[in-house]
């Protein structure tokens, strides 16, 4: 069945896979650095928030929307002048990492608003009635509770990065989209095809796997 895979496609594949790696890793650690901090201020300033600002939370939430409702691969055309000035390329491994971690970013940011609502008001209360500021409320009583449902939406993130390295892989972002584009369609190879399919597969298992097991931890504390 795989009679196509080489030694030299064997060693694309390993090359490949570690830039899939290095996409969805990078763009992962980078959506969460933005995302969680903007969820928060998205569950702060919502309506009964610790600092209701609900003009200002219809501001954000409409510019996370527009940007989690524009399609992956016209987001990856569409910032290519950004994408440019950012890495110096508009091509590559690490030119795909711009547009990936703009699309996790917002993605993250609700999943983790979502998460911080599931805390008991009630917490929130007692934190106030004790004069917590809201540093210390974030600190030491939402994020310390709703830890276990941020871990969840990292993993979600994570999942769909793999999807969105995948595209990127149409416009030459390397990685095993661009592996399977360039080999499996391109020279009609559907050995090589099948091979990068089964590779994401195991890869978005490994994924869940692991931040199911760290969401399990984090529950029994």
Avoid: C
């Amino acid at each position: 069945m795989f009679e196509n895979l080489t030694p030299a496609l064997l060693e694309l594949f390993a090359t490949s896979l570690w830039e899939t790696v290095l996409m969805v890793g990078v763009a992962g650690l980078a959506g969460a650095a933005i995302g969680i901090p903007l969820g928060v201020l998205l569950r702060l300033t919502d309506r009964g928030g610790v600092v209701s600002r609900p003009l200002f939370h219809r501001i954000a939430g409409g510019v996370v929307n527009a940007v989690r409702s524009t399609p992956f691969i016209i987001l990856l055309v569409a910032i290519i002048p950004f994408t440019r000035w950012i890495t110096g390329s508009s091509i590559g491994t690490w030119a795909a990492v711009v547009p990936l971690t703009l699309a996790a970013a917002p993605f993250i940011a609700r999943l983790v608003e979502t998460a911080l609502r599931e805390v008991d008001n009630g917490l929130i209360e007692a934190a106030q009635a004790m004069g917590a500021s809201t540093r210390q409320i974030v600190w030491k009583v939402l994020l310390p509770e709703a830890l276990p449902g941020i871990v969840a939406s990292i993993t979600i993130a994570l999942v769909a990065l793999t999807g969105y390295s995948a595209m990127a892989g149409a416009i030459g972002g390397g990685g095993l989209g661009d592996l399977g584009i360039r080999y499996g369609y391109q020279r009609f190879l559907p050995d090589v095809m099948l091979a990068v399919v089964l590779v994401l597969i195991v890869f978005v298992q490994v994924i869940q796997s692991a931040g199911d097991w760290l969401v399990r931890r984090l529950s029994h504390r």
